[in-house]
DNA sequence: CTCTAATCGAGACGGTACGTCGCGTCTTACG
DNA sequence: CGTAAGACGCGACGTACCGTCTCGATTAGAG
């Protein structure tokens, strides 16, 4: 992927994540984005070989063909690096799961949720299933608790916090697992018909 | 806890993992015993603290009172240590968890393996929300589905592997949650009660 | 010295150096001008707080308030800006020790010699006991046997060679201590009678 | 030299330098004295190439066949190293230095002070016409000074500080030149004669 | 009750990655 | 054109752990 000449487009929604310290100014020379932009390709590239932690910033580099002390012009961490990349989709996610409970329907808010995934499948297939799955899973939690803390709880046999936690690790590992198979072999609808009556009869069902 | 004078009981069902290359032969050296008890409770001791993929070998080394290089007379690695900790701990929960199907009713089950847990509190808590959750919870999932590929699947809208997943993942989530908690906040009881109207309703309700 | 109202005059005499690549091309533009200037004095000024080789390119630019990339249309490196601050100093300098032999007395020549130096105290000072005494001394040294070289030994127990390296290096030392002493602690008078002590007896007497 | 199968045994009068932080502990392990040896020969066969200050830890270590950080296994910086080297060498040249005055005859004490550095000619023409030139004459006069404090001034008219500032210089070029030369172009009695008529006549002469 | 072998502490070593810094070149935009 | 601003490739810096190793000291446990 580091040389490929059709970049992914869907890394473009990731925001250069300027504002603090080494992060970039204002876009301006071409170079700094291009480098950017490089970086991001290349974490996803290694993330669909190996593990997170053990991809190194200088694999990261050599696979962008980028020098390595470049990258801390650009994130202070790989993590930070991976956050640029996730922090994005995840709230995206989160909006749309947030969305169920208020949605025509609940079985439409889930289809919504799945199709949202299923268009953006290769680089959610790498999120979750790839090298950064165990910190993908993490910040999804996190956020899915921020949001949470604002709205109202369910039902009262299950503590609400504890609701927050298993319906966001439901979601996360039933498309996990559903981007792990072929692609086709479950529809959006069966998968948003699953998560549909896992959680409908469980975690968000009425006392 | 490294000088402690009332080693953890815990540790001991954790077998010296003996066996192959750098293992210790046959457990006869006294100094070897109290070399490889001084490390498991050096590492849980700092799990309490930090995170265990920024833990040290000399970090455990030194909490321990052992030099460095005795550490890999031991131990190939810090996982294999984490392991030797671990491993055991997950069977047994594993086979309650496994048991829950068979049991004379669901609700019993649930309340065994709460047990279960409730008597190992302070292992269980720490292996959990200390530093090595994300491995614990990996290596738990894994366990679970190699025991779970030999049972007959219970209900055909959940794809069987799916079902495994969120079954494990659920009890985990809950149980990691629940010793988050101070003790005697949630009862054995109320625990097991939450996760079989989580489980029965959804995942393991027929069809 | 950085912000500085009143600039060094004696920085003047020094020639802004241009002639081969990365240098001015004749002094048109004003602020080429001025930022040359802030680049001298502020080289001057971190001389007298640390030695010449941990200052760094980027120090001396912060110093003159000029950006980085503007140094190296200036000089090439920083020792090419402390030529052109020393260069044309130790040429006269030596034309002064050279004509110390042509002088009505030796005497008088070494008195010569010191009032020029007493007369850019601050300068001298700078460069012979701040961070640039080294490299400055090195330059005298090979100015010097330039200069001597077309010049006809003195006596013939001394080899010339050693005589000129001799001879520099001991006027350079003793005007460094000198001036490393509180103004006015020797006179001009008193540093020349002991130069001519030093040198008539031994290096400059004829066999 | 760094192939050399017959080390520089004068390397061996610098003692390992022990005491403080990173230095080895008591010359227990034959590895440490081995990669201590191989760093000491790396860098004097380095100076015969190059000037000190563009010698690298790097280099040093390449020559010495040695693993970058276990430089500092051994020194804190390249001066360390190369005061390791040197120290040994220049006490004992001050020791004879100072011994001069109270030798049989300043003649005797000279020939002594020239036929001790004419036994080490490498080394010393190395330290002091090698690319460590300047850091050695700037530690051969702190050496002398320092030594210099506790012993009488000679003569009223020439400032005893400026005298040993001179004194020292004088045969630190003297026989700094002398060791550029052809060997046995001078002779150790011709030095020695120079610099006993260049001295004594002038800066050891009584008032 | 020795004596021999396992175990340990101490720490040097080659390695790999870290994050920082300064270099000198370059691009970009401004006046 | 001369600047300010700053990205970039480059490469040395010094640090931290890794896992292997050589060394003695000591201390079991088997003879």
Not at 2 to 29: F, I, W, Y
Not at 58 to 83: M, N, P, S, W
Request: some cysteine; overall charge neutral.
């Amino acid at each position: 992927m580091s040389g490929s000449t059709k970049p992914n487009p869907e890394l473009r929604v990731a925001a250069p994540h300027r504002g603090q310290g080494p992060a970039s100014s204002s876009s301006k020379d071409a170079r700094a984005v291009r480098s950017g932009l490089a970086l991001r390709e290349a974490l996803l590239s290694l993330l669909e070989r190996k593990p997170f932690d053990q991809i190194t910033i200088r694999d990261i580099c050599a696979e962008a063909g980028v020098h390595y002390a470049t990258f801390f012009r650009h994130h202070q961490t790989k993590e930070g690096l991976l956050d640029d990349i996730a922090r994005s989709q995840i709230e995206q996610l989160n909006q749309l799961t947030l969305a169920i409970r208020e949605a025509a329907s609940f079985e439409a808010g889930f289809q919504a949720l799945c199709a949202y995934v299923s268009e953006h499948r290769v680089l959610w297939s790498t999120l979750l299933n790839g090298g950064a799955g165990a910190a993908m899973r993490e910040e999804w939690l996190r956020q899915s608790q921020k949001v949470a803390a604002v709205v109202a709880p369910i039902n009262s046999w299950l503590p609400p916090e504890l609701g927050t936690i298993c319906a966001a690790t439901l979601i996360a590992e039933t498309i996990a697992w559903w981007l792990g198979k072929p692609e086709g072999e479950y529809s959006v609808e069966a998968i948003a018909g699953i998560l549909h009556r896992m959680l409908s009869t469980s975690i968000i069902a009425p006392d």
